[in-house]
């Protein structure tokens, strides 16, 4: 039966259908053919070398998604094949598969699809450290706090569906003057406490507290998310609650859902992402807010990177009256080019909006929509490699609004020198700043070095500050000098110590920090 399999196959197969890996994402993998109109769901693509590498569960007219079978390494570019087949040696083939290993084509078939789900790469990366920091002063009360973070990435543990993502900090000060309920001697901050599990290559559930890259202008959200993914295209939904405004804690009260769409492009000269989506906030059941978002991030030709994000409330409540005229809460956009490896430009804008909850501050809707005005700024930097050794850069910022509140110009300069005849590496910074209330004038000098193997890391700086208000408070300056020294005991843990000496007229102030940081990092293939 083999044989005749053979024979036929080498009669009647028609040329190959080519295609070129375009996307690769930890789940799926995006092949571009001319025409897939012959290629079905469930069909294997192979390797040039006849391997059978990719199995395709998604395709649209000239694209396919496919997920990772078997050992074979792939990377973008790469050209896979498919073989067209007639109906008689589909039939063929089925019959082959069913004498020979026991099994239909279609439960073949599945069975490749159960096991490209327990492909899955593990990959866990998480930090912890633990941190001090004390100040202490000849006229002030001497301050300390101590701090604790945990960062965890956990993809696919023991190469299952599931991944976990967490972040949380905890902070306790040591003899604190303040009580008040904002400043609490000890608090603990969970930004992502999350559990995600892969339904399959294309759709995926998150419940916890989980920051949604997609849509990061929502801020962390407690409770479901899931996404769906239609080749380049998915769709996305949230159902939970905002973290409390006060504390970061958990709030029921504190309702929210919505739903977005949005594009992945990838190809030799743009990748993109794009999202567009709507959602809803309420307070004790009551509409707090209504607005829609759009958030694009892009590379062009490998030197253009644009980034934008905007907000639009589409709800407004004032004395019962209701209305969905929009305003524009939130617009800020950011283009980066690379002229070359010695030049780069940026470019930025941002206009924001106080956010208004109709139902938090009902009784102050009339005075903030008064001062309805946008603040508003716009950056420039400029960075070049002159030289090889040296390297400067240049900003100006600057803020405003239409009611010449908030008003602020910003300098900024660098040079760099590395490669120095003494070892190690010189910076020299200047910062100019000018606001309503105040002129300052920053200027510091930085040596840094490395030392035993690279080990250890040594910086010793100086910086001079000038304060000079518009009101009556007196010009004064202040000197500090300060050292900072990391030390590298293996790749996974870190010790750090710094200290700082500074003064101000007569008075002399002392900051001690320390550090220790431990990752630890587990990636294995199925």
């Known amino acids: 039966m083999i044989m005749t399999c053979s024979l036929i196959y080498g009669q009647e197969t028609k040329v190959p259908l080519k295609g070129k890996i375009t996307f690769i994402t930890s789940k799926n993998v995006y092949v571009k053919f001319d025409n897939t109109a012959m290629i079905k769901v469930g069909d294997t693509l192979k390797t040039i070398d006849n391997v059978p590498c990719l199995l395709v569960n998604n395709k649209s007219s000239n694209s396919v998604v496919s997920v990772k079978i078997g050992d074979c390494v792939i990377e973008k570019g790469m050209i896979v094949t498919y073989l067209i087949k007639s109906i008689k040696e589909r039939v063929i083939e089925e019959e082959a598969v069913v004498e020979n290993i026991g099994i239909s084509y279609n439960d073949s078939i599945k069975a490749i699809s159960k096991n490209s789900k327990k492909t899955y790469s593990e990959d866990i990366r998480a930090r912890l450290s633990a941190s001090s920091y004390s100040t202490v002063s000849e006229v ?156 694009h991030s892009s590379t062009i030709n490998k030197k253009l990177n644009l980034f934008a994000t905007a907000e639009l409330d589409i709800f407004n409540k004032v004395n019962d009256s209701i209305s969905n005229s929009p305003r524009l809460t939130n617009l800020y956009v950011s283009a980066r080019y690379r002229f070359n490896r010695k030049v780069n430009l940026a470019l930025s804008y941002d206009s924001r909006k106080r956010i208004i909850y109709y139902k938090t501050y009902e009784t102050d809707i009339e005075e903030i929509l008064d001062e309805d005005i946008a603040r508003q700024g716009i950056r420039a930097r400029i960075n070049i490699k002159p030289f090889k050794s040296v390297f400067t850069g240049f900003s100006y910022s600057k803020r405003f609004q239409s009611n010449s509140q908030n008003k602020s110009d910003n300098i900024y300069g660098f040079v760099s020198f590395s490669n120095l005849p003494i070892d190690g590496r010189m910076s020299l910074t200047y910062n100019m700043n000018s606001s309503n209330y105040l002129d300052s004038n920053i200027a510091s000098l930085r040596y840094s070095r490395q030392f035993m193997d690279d080990r250890l890391n040594a910086d010793f700086y100086y910086r001079f500050v000038n304060y000079k208000y518009t009101t009556n408070v007196p010009e004064f300056s202040q000197h500090y000098v300060g050292t900072y020294l990391s030390y590298y005991l293996d790749r996974s843990l870190i010790i750090s110590l710094s200290g700082e000496y500074s003064t101000y007229n007569q008075e002399d102030n002392f900051r001690i920090n320390t550090r220790i940081i431990k990752r630890f990092f587990r990636k294995r293939k199925k």
């Open 140 to 295: 002030r009360d001497d301050r300390h706090r101590l701090m604790t973070r945990l960062s965890i990435n956990a993809n696919h543990i023991n190469h299952s569906n599931f991944s976990v993502d967490t972040y949380l900090n905890y902070r306790y000060n040591i003899n604190s003057s303040e009580t008040n309920s904002l400043s609490n001697d000890n608090y603990l901050r969970v930004f992502n406490l999350a559990v995600r599990y892969d339904v399959d290559s294309t759709l995926s559930i998150t419940a916890g507290r989980k920051i949604n890259y997609k849509i990061s202008s929502l801020g962390a959200i407690d409770g479901l998310q899931a996404e769906k993914f239609f080749g380049k295209n998915y769709v996305g939904a949230i159902a939970g609650f905002r973290p409390d405004i006060f504390d970061y804690g958990f709030n029921p009260d504190l309702l929210q859902y919505g739903a977005y769409v949005g594009r992945l492009t990838d190809s030799e000269n743009l990748h993109s992402q794009t999202t567009l989506g709507i959602a809803e906030q309420r307070n004790n059941s009551d509409l707090d807010r209504r607005f829609t978002y759009f958030q």
